[in-house]
């Protein structure tokens, strides 16, 4: 009995001590990015401002986007194939170089979509307008699940890029409780940034929403899996 619960122990000190260090890599490449976020929040100037904001544009499809596809990339793998927890940095290279070509596409195509309802929302006075600004937040969370489902779908499986874009869109409302209880969970996720001191949540952030998103996604794919099958035989 007690070897037992000691190697229950053991287990989730190793399995929170890889996602300790997944999402340390994860922010590693992700540097650059959150040196752009913080001048972004604390410019000195606005011509320091404006670089960053710049900045955070371009590097939003070309550094942001393939950290977080090698991230949900190690995630799927331990939930899918329970593979052991070792040879992260290895793995997550390997798959933020195989990766790359379709994560800056998606950024580019996600990005835009967000830059275009960005742009339309700041034309509207929320003020006057209350339930077209709810509108807007409601496409913003559409667009952020969709994303997340696209990410999970292309590190899943090899469909081509259209393909996995029109099922990730699909899936949001094909599966609404899997969708809502995602939402929740990082809701959760943001409030304990906004709680807890961001530096010590952010080493935490990115493991804990991928493997929540991960395994939404996982549930979903499962469950279709399960009504498929009566129909097949």
Same mark, same amino acid.
């Given at each position: 009995?007690? #070897?037992?619960?000691?190697?229950?122990?053991?287990?989730?000190?190793?399995? $929170?001590?890889?996602?300790?260090?997944?999402?340390?890599?994860?922010?590693?490449? #992700?540097?650059?990015?959150?040196?752009?976020?913080?001048?972004?929040?604390?410019?000195?100037?606005?011509?320091?401002?404006?670089?960053?904001?710049?900045?955070?544009?371009?590097?939003?499809?070309?550094?942001?986007?393939?950290?977080?596809?090698?991230?949900?990339?190690?995630?799927?793998?331990?939930?899918?194939?329970?593979?052991?927890?070792?040879?992260?940095?290895?793995?997550?290279?390997?798959?933020?170089?195989? #990766?790359?070509?379709?994560?800056?596409?998606?950024?580019?195509?996600?990005?835009?979509?967000?830059?275009?309802?960005?742009?339309?929302?700041?034309?509207?006075?929320?003020?006057?307008?209350?339930?077209?600004?709810?509108?807007?937040?409601?496409?913003? $969370?559409?667009?952020?699940?969709?994303?997340?489902?696209?990410?999970?779908?292309?590190?899943?499986?090899?469909?081509?890029?259209?393909?996995?874009?029109?099922?990730?869109?699909? $899936?949001?409302?094909?599966?609404?409780?899997?969708?809502?209880?995602?939402?929740?969970?990082?809701?959760?996720?943001?409030?304990?940034?906004?709680?807890?001191?961001?530096?010590?949540?952010?080493?935490?952030?990115?493991?804990?929403?991928?493997?929540?998103?991960?395994?939404?996604?996982?549930?979903?794919?499962?469950?279709?899996?399960?009504?498929?099958?009566?129909?097949?035989?």
């Amino acid at each position: 009995m007690g #070897n037992e619960r000691w190697y229950r122990w053991y287990g989730a000190s190793q399995a $929170i001590a890889s996602m300790l260090l997944l999402n340390g890599y994860w922010l590693l490449f #992700n540097l650059p990015v959150l040196l752009l976020a913080l001048g972004l929040i604390f410019p000195s100037s606005p011509r320091q401002f404006l670089f960053s904001l710049v900045g955070l544009i371009i590097s939003f499809p070309s550094i942001l986007l393939p950290a977080t596809f090698a991230l949900f990339g190690v995630m799927r793998r331990w939930l899918y194939y329970q593979e052991p927890r070792q040879a992260i940095g290895g793995t997550f290279w390997r798959l933020y170089r195989e #990766n790359y070509r379709r994560s800056f596409a998606a950024g580019l195509f996600f990005g835009s979509l967000a830059l275009l309802l960005l742009g339309s929302y700041r034309q509207i006075d929320s003020f006057q307008l209350p339930l077209l600004a709810v509108g807007y937040l409601f496409l913003s $969370i559409i667009l952020l699940v969709w994303l997340l489902y696209f990410i999970c779908d292309s590190v899943h499986l090899a469909a081509p890029m259209r393909l996995a874009l029109i099922k990730s869109f699909f $899936i949001i409302f094909w599966a609404p409780l899997q969708t809502l209880m995602l939402l929740g969970l990082l809701s959760g996720l943001a409030l304990l940034l906004v709680l807890i001191n961001p530096l010590l949540a952010g080493l935490i952030v990115g493991g804990l929403g991928s493997q929540c998103a991960c395994y939404s996604y996982l549930r979903i794919i499962q469950k279709a899996q399960a009504k498929a099958a009566p129909a097949d035989e």
